[in-house]
Nanobody, 115 residues
Framework: QVQLVESGGGLVQPGGSLRLSCAASGLTFSNYVMSWYRQAPGKERELVASINTYGSTNYEDSVKGRFTISRDNAKKTLYLQMNSLKPDDTAVYYC?????????WGQGTQVTVSS
């Protein structure tokens, strides 16, 4: 049974930082393209960042230079370091694993950026 468990969300002031983690189990983690998505209230879920099996990364334009995605294949864990957070970053953040037709989601972790 595949499980993706996110952690690290919370309330932070504008300009602050958070580090999200996604612990994976039940899959060969190193084979999967891993991504972070987010969904704000009233908006569609959007791709924030992804990292492929070679370590190449892609970012949504609004987070470039502020967020860093990384993975530790030995620990089967995905990370998202978020710096210089803005109120517009407020959303539920989801971990996603993709390999060919297989696709899995975590339950999400809430990030709230507010003073």
């Amino acid at each position: 049974q595949v499980q993706l468990v996110e952690s690290g969300g919370g309330l932070v002031q504008p300009g602050g930082s958070l580090r999200l983690s996604c612990a994976a189990s039940g899959l060969t983690f190193s084979n999967y393209v891993m991504s972070w998505y987010r969904q704000a209230p009233g908006k569609e879920r959007e791709l924030v960042a992804s990292i492929n099996t070679y370590g190449s990364t892609n970012y949504e334009d609004s987070v470039k230079g502020r967020f860093t995605i990384s993975r530790d294949n030995a620990k089967k864990t995905l990370y998202l370091q978020m710096n210089s957070l803005k109120p517009d970053d407020t959303a539920v953040y989801y971990c996603n694993a993709k390999f060919v037709v297989d696709r899995y989601w975590g339950q999400g972790t809430q990030v709230t950026v507010s003073s």
